[in-house]
């Protein structure tokens, strides 16, 4: 177990539509980043955020947008689906070192 | 551009004998490496992590190689063990030069290793 949540665990909505993706980090850690892992692909940096203010951006459409609370926990918000937007998004947390730890993350279906 | 890369996908190895994974980076910029085990449904669990100072790091049965002049990184696990079976993915990162606590994570594709007993 490392520390780091997530919810839900599986998601099924329809193409469209939009939905939030929960993670609350490891206690003590203020950065929390989102990454998106697709069929046959590696898992793919979306965005970073560092004590509540974005710190980096990867590979993040725009019709995808996260934010983190003032209790450090982020939400990662997916709007307009599309099929193609299936995928696995884990969340990962770390102090100000390197190492990030993950969450079981959030298996997303679009039909 | 892939920028890590691992380019056995698959690994069988016999229970007892050495696990060897391995993972080429071409971006000059990364100096930290960490190696990550994934099974099925769950997310990546860290496993072992090196700093680009280092060009060895050793934790119990697992032991990353770092050759910086070749850009290549290796894991070791010895002695493998049936439990060890699952995807092994290399990532490495780069401090980003306006923000210390910016640390994305570069991926490779993985390698599904398979101890046999």
């Known amino acids: 177990d490392s520390g780091v949540t997530q919810t839900p665990k599986h998601l099924i909505t329809a193409t469209g539509q939009r939905v939030t993706l929960r993670c609350s980090p490891r206690?003590?850690?203020?950065?929390v980043y989102w990454y998106q892992q697709s069929l046959d692909q590696g898992l793919q940096f979306l965005i970073q955020?560092?004590?509540?203010?974005?710190?980096a951006k990867g590979n993040i459409l725009e019709r995808f947008s996260a934010q983190q609370f003032p209790d450090l926990h982020s939400e990662l918000n997916l709007s307009s689906l599309e099929l193609g937007d299936s995928a696995l998004y884990f969340c990962?947390?770390?102090?100000?070192?390197?190492?990030?730890?993950f969450g079981p993350g959030t298996r997303l279906t679009v039909l | 551009d892939q920028q890590v890369k691992q380019n056995s996908p698959s690994l069988s190895v016999q229970e007892g004998r050495i696990s060897i994974l391995n993972c080429d980076y071409t971006?000059?910029?990364?100096?930290?490496f960490l190696w990550y085990k994934k099974y099925p449904a769950e997310g990546p669990t860290f496993l072992i992590s090196?700093?680009?100072?280092?060009d060895k790091n050793e934790d119990g049965r697992f032991t990353v190689f770092l050759n910086k002049s070749a850009k290549h990184l290796s894991l070791h696990i010895v002695p493998s063990q049936p439990g060890d079976s699952a995807v092994y993915f290399c990532?490495?990162?780069?401090?980003?030069?306006?923000?210390?606590?910016?640390?994305?994570?570069?991926f490779g594709s993985g390698t599904q290793l398979t101890v046999l007993p």
């Open positions: 990962a947390s770390g102090r100000d070192t390197d190492t990030q730890y």
């Open positions: 206690s003590g850690d203020l950065s």
């Open positions: 955020y560092y004590n509540g203010e974005e710190r």
């Open positions: 971006n000059s910029m990364f100096d930290y």
């Open positions: 090196i700093s680009s100072i280092k």
């Open positions: 990532a490495a990162s780069a401090r980003w030069s306006d923000s210390g606590s910016a640390r994305q994570l570069t």
